[in-house]
């Protein structure tokens, strides 16, 4: 499984931004895939989920209702889209996926349950 993030850059707070995760390597309709994001000198948090098999989802309280997870069959692709950006969003955004045939639960916001995971991809957003 290979996994390609992309669209990180310089925001303005209030702007939005779109990343995308690019999967090839497997089929990924058994596939949950997850966001996460690493701000300056802190860990590494949870973002968002998307399972692949029925597109349910889970969102990390700090973005709910500003941050949308999708994903496009035909170009085996996932994206985070985000709106509504504050310097708070600012990080290295990583895209990871894991098998999971079983629906989208509490351990999918663990970092730890990840096998694959992208390169970073930076998300700078400007006050």
């Known amino acids: 499984v290979q996994l390609q993030a992309s669209g990180g850059g310089l925001v303005q707070t209030g702007g939005p931004l779109r990343l995308s995760c690019a999967a090839s390597?497997?089929?990924?309709?058994?596939?949950?895939m997850g966001w996460f994001r690493q701000p300056p000198e802190k860990e590494r948090e949870f973002v968002a989920a998307?399972?692949?098999?029925?597109?349910?989802?889970d969102y990390a309280d700090p973005v709910k209702d500003r941050f949308t997870v999708s994903r496009d069959n035909a170009k085996n692709t996932v994206y985070l889209q985000m709106n509504s950006l504050k310097p708070e969003d600012t990080a290295v955004y990583y895209c990871?996926?894991?098998?999971?045939?079983?629906?989208?639960?509490?351990?999918?916001?663990?970092?730890?349950?990840?096998?694959?995971w992208g390169q970073g991809t930076l998300v700078t957003v400007s006050s």
């Open positions: 990871a996926a894991r098998r999971q045939f079983y629906h989208l639960s509490s351990a999918n916001r663990r970092s730890e349950a990840y096998d694959y």
């Open positions: 390597g497997r089929t990924f309709s058994s596939y949950v």
């Open positions: 998307l399972h692949w098999s029925d597109s349910s989802t």
